[in-house]
């Protein structure tokens, strides 16, 4: 099998085998565009503040030099492969035309016209009226995302670009995440798979958002779910056709095969997201089983055996991780972004040196305590206006001891949504690892003083892949379900770290200082006024 991962700076490509999920060989390209942030390629077309977008062709080339890299690695023949699953960060989403091409090849000028990736947050106030209309209305789907929807999600991007761009939304027949982009792309075949409907299209219930409650958003808007809605694989719902995690897209086409070097008609595998895919390559299946996907930033995906209404979820979706039991979704927008933002610009020693220097410090040493809302805040005030803090600080603090902070702070995030969770009747009762920082062994083992619990971790350098290639595994009938795939290709490491008891002791006084500091900042009155003046002096 042949997995391949779509992330946020680089795209990765490994090839699997099918009997014990051993990874033989990968490869990875790095966008040349890597995050779109200031101004349009080849353009001198500035972007606002918080923008974030990507280019589709960054993507192709994934397809063109990952995937033959990989089966160059792997010393595997082309036609021994079976099959091919790809996923994508989320909610990474574009507009294209009936056919599929972006708007951005035909008007590379508009900025509009770009796929806005997951970390684009300049849509936080069409979220913000998307909440307010939706509280105020009552809808029923608006509980199943924790009381918010974000401002990463596709309506409020989409009623972004309506009344920014309104002749972009219009040349638009097509508003689709780049997990099914990509597989379209592969297969030939439009589709809409059920977990990024779930979670980041609003589908609830076999519906999506009533046109009376997107024309009462704005009159111009209420036709748009016929731009999500043209999906031709898997179960009719209520005039809404999604695709079942681990079900077949499609064949690979011969274009596809001419770039990737794979045999044309091999299985393509419906799209996923990079965390869902990841809880099966890491075999965290069952209830109660959290993993967390720590890279850039962080999600956190359980699947569990109720269904419960929890603060500041990102959202919980049926069948949305593995099918039959529920699946949820929380996150901290920024982790890894917040320790690289650091460095880059006032860690001079870099990482690892600080690290060690940090590592060398008691518990509370530094005196200091930070909020990691360097991104906004994903879960579980889900407010991507707020923006970090750091209090403490003194003539005689040290790079290293800002550093450690920022680390802690991050983990004091995840055990806020973790209680949140048990607080609302969805017990955890596994924390998994997985992602790029399980390289970290200091971080790592900050994270288990913290929780106060042991840290699982997964088996594989390349959850996200493996994931997606488990999927084709089943998509090509290899495995007749996930759950079977997973027992047999997945791995963890359980236990791999576990809380001293007098750092997590020492860490449960500072988090109590974290939480005050969560409540006080997080009605977002100074947080949001800051932003705004920024806004304004940048204009």
């Excluded at 806005?116 to 809808?139: C, F, S, T, V, Y």
Aim: proline share 5%; hydrophobic share 45%.
């Amino acid at each position: 099998m042949v997995g391949v991962d779509f992330g946020t700076l680089s795209g990765r490509a490994v090839v699997v085998r099918v009997a014990d999920g051993a990874e033989l060989g990968s490869a990875v390209h790095e966008y040349a565009e890597r995050v779109i942030e200031h101004t349009l390629p080849g353009t001198d077309v500035r972007l606002g503040p918080d923008w974030a977008l990507q280019s589709p062709r960054d993507w192709l080339d994934v397809l063109r030099l990952a995937v033959p890299g990989a089966l160059a690695a792997a010393g595997v023949a082309p036609e021994d492969v079976i099959g091919v699953g790809a996923d994508f960060t989320a909610c990474t989403v574009l507009p294209t035309a009936a056919d599929g091409t972006p708007l951005c090849f035909e008007t590379p000028e508009q900025p509009h016209a770009w796929p806005k990736l997951w970390k684009h947050h300049a849509a936080q106030p069409h979220a913000d009226r998307i909440n307010e209309l939706a509280a105020r209305r009552g809808e029923s789907w608006l509980p199943r995302y924790g009381g918010k929807i974000s401002s990463e999600w596709e309506f409020a991007k989409a009623l972004q670009v309506l009344e920014e761009a309104p002749e972009v939304y219009a040349r638009a027949e097509r508003w689709i995440e780049a997990a099914d982009w990509i597989v379209w792309q592969l297969s030939g075949v439009e589709s809409r798979n059920i977990c990024t409907a779930g979670y980041k299209g609003v589908f609830q219930d076999g519906s999506y958002p009533s046109e009376y409650f997107l024309t009462a958003l704005n009159p111009d808007f209420s036709g748009f779910v016929g731009k999500l809605a043209t999906g031709v694989v898997g179960d009719d719902v209520n005039g809404t056709t999604l695709a079942p995690l681990g079900g077949l897209a499609g064949r690979l086409t011969g274009r596809a095969a001419a770039w990737t070097g794979l045999p044309e008609g091999v299985a393509v595998a419906v799209g996923n997201v990079d965390a869902h895919v990841t809880a099966a390559a890491a075999d965290a299946v069952r209830p109660g089983q959290m993993v967390a996907i720590m890279g850039t930033s962080t999600c956190h995906i359980m699947p569990s055996d109720r269904l419960a209404e929890v603060p500041g979820m990102c959202g919980v979706v049926r069948d949305g991780i593995v099918p039959g039991l529920w699946g949820y979704e929380a996150g901290q927008s920024a982790v890894g972004d917040i320790f690289a933002w650091y460095v880059d610009n006032f860690g001079a020693d870099g990482h690892e040196r600080l690290t060690e220097l940090a590592e060398r410090q008691a518990v509370g040493a530094h005196g200091l305590v930070a909020l990691d809302w360097f991104g906004g805040n994903r879960s579980v005030l889900v407010d991507h206006d707020l923006s970090g803090v750091i209090v403490g600080q003194t003539l005689a603090t040290r790079p290293e001891d800002v550093y450690r902070a920022l680390i802690e702070s991050t983990a004091y995030g995840a055990r806020m949504i973790v209680e949140t969770f048990e607080r609302s009747g969805v017990p955890v009762e596994e924390f998994v690892v997985a992602g790029g920082l399980l390289k970290n062994r200091f971080l790592m083992q900050v994270y288990a003083d913290v929780l106060r619990r042991p840290l699982s971790v997964i088996g594989s350098d390349q959850g996200p892949a493996l994931g997606a290639a488990l999927r084709a595994a089943v998509a090509a009938g290899a495995y007749p379900g996930i759950g079977e795939a997973a027992a047999a290709m997945g791995k963890r490491t359980r236990a791999a770290y576990v809380p001293d008891q007098a750092r997590a002791d020492a860490y449960d006084r500072l988090y109590a200082q974290y939480r005050e500091l969560h409540d006080h900042f997080g009605d977002g009155r100074m947080l949001h006024t800051l932003r705004a003046i920024r806004n304004e002096a940048a204009k």
